[in-house]
């Protein structure tokens, strides 16, 4: 009886319906009934109410069918109809079951209360998680602070958000934020914010290091632009090692997926000196795509490898129709260098260009065009997407909080958002807010990708650091 009662309700909180329906004759018949409202919730089905209204009290207050009834709302976009049922069970950890199940819709209907100019009712959402840990606990903090500070006017109960933000993070794009929506906490509270705005300018390849650099008018990390090669890869311990034959034998067969699981097993058992060695060796092999995966997963672990991280590939040219610093900035940020690339929406290559797109730019720019070229010919592609690319700064100007969204999200979306909470561009509009305003996760993280590596290519670029203008950048 109750094993049974206690797997069919970890079938339920996992989402798994066929194995849950199987389990129904094994329960009583409370039970039961509770686990078919719940069925038919997660399966969207015609007539859910009548089962709702068919479990017994004693199991109406269950945790598990107050989140499906939760998640069948917000599905919907019900998102007034979903607030009463979760602000009801974010009193404890119990009442909600499962708190870790409610993270992620729990910070999208925080992000639309804040749109809906509804502060008090966001932050009640935000601060009531009852996580202790993970991507969603991050996020649910952050919100936390940000309403608090630049919503509610309370830097003191903003503080103590982003202390806890940074008690459970450790990458080097999440300690910026922390540190540095500490230091804009700390500085609303009249207070000096000069060693947070530090802390968090340690790390300039993260888009809040960078904000938090331009704060205290620093000239770019010259780490950044460092080219020096560690020593000679040949010599090193993996270069004996059959994963790296492996994944050099993935690489002559064209099999760069293959490769990449080889070579990023090697990396984890690299120190600091053996990562840049790795890092000089896919160099050397002109593999970019290798590099910045070497880059990201080093940077993960807080090691920052400057000419892997961000490459400069040759098939990215100087004469595009944009800069050759946003070229590069949206090629790393779409494939990471990978000529192949394609997505789901079958978007390809390097820029992750749509066929359809391709097509109407060849014709604009009077070239031959075959969809096939987008991932066997790399040049080409970063022509079709720099030229698309061109079409997002000709109508929003060189502003590349409008140009990202643009080119991720289509034209129209930051069109509406020009409406819904101003345009970035305007001397009064705080372009930082307004990118933490945007209401799809993926565009904002991609908007600060990319901003990122603007700023970073233009140095690289021009060869020498200059003053961290990001603010510039983001407002065009």
Request: hydrophobic share 45%.
């Amino acid at each position: 009886g109750y094993v049974h009662e206690l797997r069919l309700e970890t079938q339920l909180w996992d989402g798994r319906v066929k194995e849950a329906t199987r389990m129904l004759d094994r329960v009583p018949e409370d039970v039961r009934a509770l686990a078919r409202a719940r069925i038919a919730l997660q399966n969207e089905e015609k007539g859910v109410t009548a089962l709702i209204d068919a479990v017994p009290k004693a199991r109406a207050g269950d945790a598990g069918l107050a989140f499906d009834r939760f998640i069948w709302r917000m599905k919907r976009d019900l998102y007034d109809e979903a607030l009463p049922l979760i602000l009801e069970r974010s009193s404890s950890a119990e009442a909600l079951g499962r708190p870790e199940a409610w993270g992620q819709r729990r910070a999208i209907l925080t992000r639309w209360l804040i749109r809906q100019g509804r502060p008090a009712e966001a932050y009640r959402v935000a601060a009531n998680h009852h996580l202790t840990t993970g991507a969603d606990y991050a996020d649910l903090e952050f919100l936390s602070g940000f309403i608090a500070l630049r919503r509610l006017n309370d830097p003191a109960t903003a503080k103590g958000h982003f202390e806890r933000l940074l008690a459970g993070v450790s990458t080097p794009i999440s300690l910026a934020r922390g540190h540095y929506w500490l230091a804009r906490a700390i500085e609303a509270s009249g207070a000096d914010a000069t060693a947070s705005y530090q802390e968090a300018a340690r790390h300039q390849t993260a888009y809040y290091g960078l904000l938090a650099a331009e704060r205290l008018g620093l000239t770019l990390d010259t780490g950044l632009l460092e080219t020096k090669r560690a020593p000679d890869w040949k010599a090193a311990g993996f270069a004996q090692s059959s994963v790296l034959d492996a994944s050099r034998l993935m690489l002559q067969v064209g099999d760069l997926p293959q490769a990449r699981r080889f070579l990023l097993h090697l990396a984890e058992s690299q120190d600091a000196t053996g990562l840049a060695q790795m890092a000089d060796m896919v160099m050397d092999w002109n593999q970019p795509n290798l590099a910045v995966l070497l880059g990201k997963a080093a940077a993960e672990r807080g090691i920052i490898l400057p000419t892997a991280y961000y490459p400069v590939p040759d098939f990215v040219p100087d004469g595009l129709s944009v800069s050759r610093a946003l070229a590069l900035a949206i090629a790393r940020r779409e494939s990471e260098f990978d000529p192949a690339a394609r997505s789901t929406a079958d978007a390809r290559g390097l820029m992750q260009v749509l066929p359809g797109t391709a097509k109407l730019m060849a014709a604009k720019l009077g070239v031959p065009h075959e969809a096939s070229k987008l991932t066997s010919d790399p040049a080409h592609n970063v022509k079709m997407g720099a030229a698309y690319l061109a079409e997002m700064v000709g109508e929003f100007g060189p502003s590349i909080a409008l140009v990202a969204s643009g080119y991720n999200a289509g034209p129209g979306r930051p069109r509406r958002w020009i409406e819904e909470f101003g345009d970035p561009r305007r001397p009064e509009v705080d372009v930082v807010d307004w990118v933490e305003s945007i209401p799809f996760g993926e565009t904002r993280t991609y908007v600060m990708r990319v901003v990122e590596g603007v700023v970073i290519y233009r140095a690289k670029l021009n060869g020498a650091p200059g003053p961290v203008r990001i603010t510039d950048e983001l407002k065009g």
